[in-house]
């Protein structure tokens, strides 16, 4: 399938005290079409960041280098302005949904600002609003176009920052924790929006988050991040279950996976030793290598490059202790 | 067990909060509790339910409306404006959420750990230093952290720090208000561990406060699920994961995205209710998949479904000795619909 | 046409990022740029320049007032010029009305403005830490009796206020000054009742509660230090106000008396006789240059009395 919004090499640098500090360091993304990308990664790990970079909303402080192209496009840097992609052609979602909704302005007209603007007819632009509002399941579509966001609960306050998201006709929708600030029960609802969205309108979906179960959930494609680098990339679900890189497998068996049947306990909460990388002091060679229980001499001292590893898996580690004869052997049989 | 024994006992308490202009609020409805040595306890539900509240009034910072705490024995006081808490009550100690909050970010961590040398202990000032150090190693700090400042270390260090201030006021019964709740996912794992290992080494009691099944149901040794103010129900971690008999603990699992889940995690219909104004009768009815018409009408007590189990539930649909199993419930249900 | 989430964006002054101009400069150009940026970012105070700036004007000014009798070039108070000399020759900013020598009366001037300034600040900050800390620590009706207070004198602006005191406990610099001191309390208290209230709701103090500490030592070890702070930015910021209303009080006539070289007074003075404009001018712009120096150190401790920017600025 053809990649709907593909990034290559992407570097960004923020202004840090004394130099410029390179927080997302070469990362590849690609995003298709009716289809979920998770982010994953810890705080300082350059997921959000990435992810702003895409829709050109980088603070000021911010320099970003690299290939974007939507739909073979070049976007941003020597290519259209993101002000003509944002909004339109690619849409974000915050963890916060206030960060795009107007808390003193009716939900209706917020919806239907643009094709005021645009010299659409009101009534036209009134209905669709309504239908965007029933598209994201909001109870009482009449009524939610006079309230404002203050009116709604957290979950409803994001699917009407979906709305509007979607009022675009976006291709492209980036979330960002869409759901981190939400309680469990109401979470599913809003994934479970995000998914159907995804199928129903061919989205291509970029979802960041930090948790990995819901990762689980929703990608289909996972890349994971490690201050500022990815680390391993590839179908959510074969990262998930048998990571390929020693951050993932550690990261999966830090967390917790509840109690066993018979009443012991699991304790899959494996914690990892020491303190995460961040790009302000990043290890030399691979940034894990400090708190990794296969790092060798060399981890040191090499940047581990970003290497195939067969059935659409990519992974950064000199050392690949997860490399197994049995796989090899499937992939020489095909 | 016998409540006697037990380092901390919660008995029908309620917490009310006023606010100008508006009914009275009751965030926490009666909860019975308790908490022995070595035994983690974990106080799990959704925001709003009042499991932080909980967490205050048992240690004193919230004042109850009704009911008590009673630690080692001696009914806990709230803590006044001013004037100072009473010296048996100090080493009921608490970590907070935040911990960049909860660090004094102008002093150095070593004697914000020495104060509660200072003011819990009578340990000799000559030895507070010696003391000071042997914390900070147990909770996993590097030698020189006391000289340090709150913003030279990450959130789980300092999140370390608190649980060494905790300790050093030497504490019979800790209470954790989602202490983990806003660290990375790595510095959760190393936190948890702490916390498990510090329990069973100085055989205290923790009370662990936190919206996060998964982490509860990993370290805790039972877990109460409260919803809008109240317990829902109580029991062994592996029950209640895997045999819930509340249709919200149910819900609650159901909803949580794990890995190696197929299923998509289910969301729950509704909103929770407004605590100023209750739903009658049993407080999950507006949101219960299995409501029937009595719990609209009446409140179910929490009661002992199976004997030497351990476990409670308020919930019209279990009766003593004869434990509803809800799946197999919504199984029938869905077959008879369709 | 253009989207809500995009006129928010750009509300919150997230620009979009510096790839959407249509000439680009390349990446070692932007690289050269941050890192030029950063250095002055991340400056201590000291590494500022307009910080520096204020410090040197200050001092000049602090020096001079300290020595004014050694380098004022004549007695502030002597008549024995010709009345209304312009500027140059052996009065450098002329002479004034009664024949006095305008720079030696300005030199003079410092000596009253900043101590007094200063003065009315510590009383009015002293008053303020008490009253507000007392408001944001008990609370309730105490709280409620003592903000309505504030509220009162914060009904009427800070001149009108200062004047009706002044013109009711009679003119003179004194009495000015005491006006004043009634003035600037209660802004000041309203600021230092948030600081606490800010404080009092971090959990480090509930947590030393918990320990067993006593209100007392809360409110000295733990807001103490996160007070005075923020305190003392304030009060750099707040000395210019004053100076300000200092001169404003003196130019209606209701503070300074002749024959008091002081600034405000001069510049009344001036005011009247335009043609003359040097009688005016020159005391001004020394209002000017101190009040401006005292708002750039201000400005400055602001963003650098943070632990967390200082941090960034060891690095």
């Not at chain 1, 002000?83 to 915050?94: L, Q, T």
């Not at chain 2, 062994?236 to 190696?260: C, D, K, N, T």
Request: aromatic residues 6%.
């Amino acid at each position: 399938m053809d990649n709907l919004l593909e990034v290559k090499d992407l570097k960004i640098w923020v202004a840090g005290a004394a130099r410029p500090i390179l927080v997302v360091d070469g990362v590849d993304l690609q995003v298709r079409a009716g289809s979920v990308l998770g982010i994953a990664g810890e705080s300082g790990s350059g997921k959000s960041i990435s992810a702003q970079s895409l829709i050109g909303i980088l603070g000021e402080k911010f320099v970003y280098e690299g290939e974007i192209r939507l739909e073979g496009r070049l976007i941003g840097d020597g290519g259209e302005p993101f002000a003509a992609i944002r909004g339109r052609e690619i849409s974000m979602i915050f963890q916060d949904p206030l960060n795009s909704l107007h808390p003193q302005i009716q939900i209706g007209k917020q919806l239907t600002e643009h094709a005021g603007r645009s010299g659409q007819d009101s009534r036209k632009a009134d209905k669709r609003a309504r239908e965007l509002l029933r598209e994201v399941r909001i109870p009482d579509p009449d009524w939610a176009m006079k309230a404002y966001p203050h009116q709604f609960s957290g979950g409803m306050r994001q699917r009407i920052a979906i709305a509007m998201a979607l009022v675009g006709d976006p291709k492209v929708l980036i979330a960002d924790e869409p759901t981190t600030a939400l309680d469990v029960t109401v979470q599913a609802g809003v994934l479970r929006l995000i998914k159907r969205l995804c199928v129903e309108r061919d989205l291509g979906v970029m979802i960041i988050t930090h948790d990995l179960g819901v990762m689980n959930a929703m990608a289909d494609d996972l890349t994971v991040m490690y201050a500022g680098r990815v680390v391993e990339s590839g179908p959510a679900t074969q990262v998930l279950q048998s990571p390929r890189h020693p951050y993932t497998e550690q990261l999966v068996g830090s967390l917790p996976a509840g109690p066993a049947r018979d009443g012991g306990r699991a304790r899959n909460m494996r914690a990892i030793a020491g303190e995460p990388a961040t790009p302000r002091n990043r290890p030399a060679g691979c940034a894990f290598h400090p708190r990794c229980p296969w790092a060798e001499d060399r981890c040191a001292v090499t940047v581990p490059p970003v290497e195939y590893r067969g059935e659409g898996r990519r992974s950064a580690c000199l050392v690949d202790p997860f490399f197994s004869v049995d796989d090899v052997r499937k992939a020489a049989a095909r | 067990m016998n409540s006697d024994s037990m380092a901390l006992v919660v008995n029908d308490l309620e917490v009310e909060y006023r606010t100008k202009g508006r009914a009275r609020v009751r965030a926490v409805a009666g909860v019975s509790l308790q908490v022995g040595r070595g035994e983690i306890v974990g106080l799990v539900g959704e925001s709003g339910c009042g499991k932080s509240t909980v967490a205050k009034a048992v240690v004193g910072i919230e004042r109850p409306a009704a009911g008590e705490v009673l630690y080692r024995g001696a009914r806990v006081t709230p803590i006044s404006r001013i004037g100072k808490r009473p010296k048996n009550q100090r080493n009921l100690q608490m970590v907070f959420q935040e911990p960049a909050s909860s660090l004094n970010p102008r002093r150095s961590i070593g004697s914000q750990v020495a104060d509660a040398l200072k003011f819990a202990t009578d340990l000799p000032q000559a030895k507070h230093e010696e003391r000071v150090r042997e914390l900070l190693d147990m909770v996993g700090l590097p030698k020189n952290a006391h000289r340090a400042y709150p913003h030279q270390f990450s959130g789980g260090q300092k999140q370390r720090a608190c649980i060494a201030r905790a300790l050093a006021a030497d504490p019979e019964v800790l209470v954790a208000d989602e202490a983990i709740s806003s660290l990375d996912a790595s510095a959760q794992a190393q936190i948890a561990d702490l916390l498990v290992g510090l329990v069973k080494k100085l055989d205290i009691g923790l009370l662990f406060i936190s919206h996060d099944l998964a982490v509860i149901g990993e370290i805790c040794d039972r877990i109460a699920v409260m919803y809008l103010g109240k317990i829902v129900e109580l029991g062994r971690p592996e029950q209640i994961w895997f045999e819930p008999r509340h249709p919200y603990a149910r819900a609650l699992m159901r909803s949580v995205p794990r890995i190696g889940r197929d299923s998509f995690p289910e969301s729950l219909e509704g909103e929770v209710p407004d605590p100023a104004n209750p739903p009658s009768g049993c407080r999950f009815n507006t949101r219960c998949p299995f409501v029937m018409d009595k719990c609209r009408v009446q409140e179910p007590a929490l009661i002992d479904v199976e004997q030497e189990d351990g476990g409670t539930v308020a919930c019209w649909l279990q009766e003593p000795g004869a434990v509803v199993d809800l799946d197999t419930l919504a199984t029938e249900r869905e077959v008879a619909s369709a | 046409m253009s989207v809500p989430l995009l006129s928010r964006l750009s509300r919150e002054g997230r620009a979009p990022a510096v790839g959407s101009e249509p000439t680009l400069p390349s990446a070692e150009d932007l690289r050269a740029h941050l890192d030029k940026q950063v250095r002055i970012a991340g400056r201590g105070f000291w590494k500022q320049p307009l910080a520096v700036a204020g410090v040197i004007i200050l001092g000049l000014w602090l020096v001079a007032g300290v020595f004014a009798p050694w380098i004022a070039p004549y007695d502030p108070l002597a008549q024995d010029a010709a009345r209304f000399l312009p500027p140059g020759g052996d009065h450098l900013m002329g002479t004034d009305s009664l024949g006095r020598d305008v720079l030696s009366r300005i030199i003079h001037g410092v000596r009253i403005t900043v101590p007094y300034a200063v003065i009315i600040v510590a009383v009015s900050t002293a008053i303020a830490l008490v009253v507000g800390s007392i408001a944001a620590y008990a609370g309730g009706w105490v709280d409620e009796v003592l903000m309505r207070i504030t509220d009162i004198f914060l009904a009427l602006p800070s001149i009108v206020l200062a004047m009706i005191v002044a013109a009711a406990i009679g003119p003179g610099l004194e009495n000015a000054v005491i006006a004043i001191i009634i003035v600037a309390w209660p802004p000041m208290t309203r600021i230092v009742r948030s600081l606490v209230l800010s404080i009092r709701s971090r959990d480090y103090v509930t947590a030393s509660r918990l320990l067993g500490a006593s209100s007392s030592r809360t409110l000295v070890v733990d807001f103490g230090p996160n007070l005075i702070g923020s305190v003392v930015v304030v009060a750099m910021i707040e000395i210019s106000q004053r100076i300000l209303l200092l001169a404003a009080l003196s130019f209606l006539g209701l503070g300074a008396q002749e024959p008091t070289p002081e600034w405000g007074r001069m510049v009344s003075d001036g005011a009247a006789i335009l043609d003359r404009w040097w009688v005016a001018t020159f005391p001004g712009l020394a209002i000017l240059t101190v009040v401006l120096a005292f708002n750039l150190i201000g400005d400055t401790l602001r963003d650098t009395v943070d632990p967390q920017v200082s941090k960034q600025v060891k690095e």
